[in-house]
């Protein structure tokens, strides 16, 4: 019994995980980007679903509110996404690797201090104007409560399996699927493939390598928005810090399903969460528990890495004959 | 290098002028990989690109479709100048294939002959995910497009073959197809032997023809002297970045500058393979 309940636990930690992990390994298949303001995506996808909600929708908890809070998530995660890589990657596209991977780090501070200073105070400081009364990001913030969902839980013989588990894995398994289809039945998911595998001949096979980059922000911001809403369903709060470990965590799991991989990511994502899932249930006396959980996710990544350097699944190889 | 018959006399090269490079010129740094090289292509014409290793074949081919920005010289497709950027290039109506295979290896022989046949459609991101009844159109269209192609280049029993796993001569074949797809008027063919054994260069040269013979202009780099010289209307030799001789396939093989770049030449160890600088 107590293994099924840290099944779920694991399943919904691990697709929350999987989720954003997806953006990680994405961006890093075509441009080779560590994208370490992904993290940040993801909160502002959580935001943005709080924002849409006080908006249009304070006070209400009806059901059919959360398809238009996600609609919210995802616009926002999205235009944030797509002016980061316009101002601040695409002019770096051909400086070496580390350029853009500081940039990365520098624009992960700037998101999360926007958010914490900005969000009830879009002046800054200069004046108190606050138009939509946001309340400030820089403590927890209560998350909309939804019927049906929030607080809602199914006992099935012992396990308890909370509504917002069910939305967090339907969310995962609807999105690998749209992925799917995505990336090998369309045509610019076709074209997404080869430029992943040599852009250099894409672009001369006609296909624009900077949108297909556009598109692969896209997708990785869409999913951590979802993803945004599915932890905000879950924790009942959020707060501008929430995608540092969060993010930190997910591109672990991107590393540990071999990066690059798109279903690597899932399965690294969803391992990270059991493996974390089962040390907090399993793992008795000093080491075990919820303190040293972080340490067993880390220390799996580290014992995969030494035997499968490319990951579980590993990277697809670049091939540039 | 003797002349070997042409299947080629009867044809007919037609008045139009696709291709018109005036006084390319290509430095890097101190380099001066080409050197005022000019060159006109037309209708229906095969021209060869020969030249020790290191004259500047490739890197001409590179300064006509976008990779360089030529230091000087302008190129013009169908009177039009060409902008700077590959993606362009290949709308205007140029392809390519490569002296090192570019295949995406990880990709089915189909689906690498649809990714060429892209720049042709219209459909976007949005619309291709929501499958609007356009974009399956377009989609059908595009794969039966590309089926074809794999037909017209000897492929059609392969095509759900992924690229890497086929034979070297097919993979070659199939970066034919795959710059047909793009619906060019210019072909850049660079060593489309290379490696293949004598029936398949055969087959190869008969390809060609077929593909000129539908109206299309064609640009050969080649080491095979044979080969170039049964297929081409005219020939280009390039030594140290600029054109020693032009001429027909016969007035070129019996200039004894040719035989002196080749055999005598000084500068046959420079890198030729300028792309891995790009």
Known sequence: MEFAQQLVNGLTLGSLYALIAVGYTVVYGIIQLINFAHGEIFMIGAFGALSTWLLFFDGQTSIWVLPVMIVGAVACSVLVAVLMERIAYRPLRKAPRLAPLITAIGISVFLQELVRIGYNDPTLFLSDWNPFGFPSAAQKVPFPQIDHISNEFWNVGGVIIQRSTVFTIGALLICAAGLFYFVSRTKTGRAMQAVSQDPDTARLMGINVDRIIVVAFVIGATLAAIAGVAQGLQVTNINFKMGFLAGLKAFTAAVLG????????????????????????????????????DVWAFAILIIVLVFRPQGLLGAKVVDRA | ?????????????????????????????????????????????????????????????????????????????NGAQLPPKPLKVVRAGMARTFQNIRLFANMTALENVMVGRYCRTSSMALTSILRGPKFRREEKATRARAQELLEYVGLGRSTEVLARNLPYGDQRRLEIARALATDPQLLLLDEPTAGMNPRETEETMQLIFKIRESGLAVVVIEHDMRFIFTLCDRVLCLVRGSVLVEGTPAEVQSDPRVIEAYIGGDDTDEDEDEEEHA
């Open chain 1, 258 to 293: 071999g990066i690059g991989n798109v279903w690597g990511a899932v399965l690294g994502g969803l391992t990270l969460g059991l493996v974390e899932a089962m040390a907090v249930g399993f793992i008795p006396g000093t080491f075990g528990g919820s303190p040293w959980k």
């Open chain 2, 1 to 77: 290098m003797t002349v070997t018959e042409t299947e080629n006399q009867g044809h007919h090269v037609g008045d139009k002028v696709v291709l018109e490079a005036s006084d390319v010129t290509m430095r890097f740094g101190g380099l001066t990989a080409v050197d005022t090289v000019s060159m006109q292509v037309r209708e229906g014409e095969i021209v060869g690109l020969i030249g020790p290793n290191g004259a500047g074949k490739t890197t001409f081919f590179n300064c006509l479709t976008g990779l360089y920005i030529p230091t000087e010289g302008r190129v013009t497709l």
